[in-house]
């Protein structure tokens, strides 16, 4: 049961992504080069909803609902590591027009460029995977 909570809800959040414009190449693009700002609203909209959500989870002490632990709730300092990754993420986000989750979402609308952005996606993975072992 469990599981087909989590299908509807990927499959809602999905419908969200492609309704929204987010995994419209044509939107980055146009977001990239500030000619739009219809993205840089969704993503406050989405920060100021988070930390709520957070703000709220941590005030009710809520407990994972698969494993049933403690939420943990970390504030730690970046690294070069984290700048390194985000520029590479956000250059895969610029030339692609999709992070991971406008991607898949772009494999369930069909779109075409969706699938190499995806098999990218865990090549990138499967490769950093590799270098960590």
């Not at 419908?15 to 044509?26: D, E, H, K, P, T």
């Not at 739009?36 to 609902?65: D, E, R, T």
């Not at 069909?110 to 990138?124: E, N, Q």
Request: charged share 10%; net charge positive.
């Amino acid at each position: 049961m469990l599981r087909l909570f989590y299908l509807l809800a990927g499959v809602a959040f999905g419908f969200v992504l492609i309704y929204s414009g987010v995994s419209n190449y044509n939107v980055l693009y146009d977001m990239f080069l500030f000619r739009s700002f219809h993205m840089y609203g969704l993503l406050g909209v989405a920060v100021g909803l988070s930390f709520v959500g957070v703000q709220i989870l941590k005030k009710l002490k809520w407990k994972s609902v698969i494993t049933g632990q403690d939420l943990k709730f970390e504030t730690l300092m970046p690294t070069r590591a984290h700048v390194i990754g985000g520029l590479i993420s956000g250059a895969g986000w610029g030339l692609t027009g999709a992070c991971p989750g406008p991607a898949l979402a772009q494999v369930g609308f069909g779109t075409l460029a969706g699938i190499f952005t995806v098999c990218g996606i865990f090549i990138g993975v499967y490769l950093f995977g590799r270098g960590k072992g």
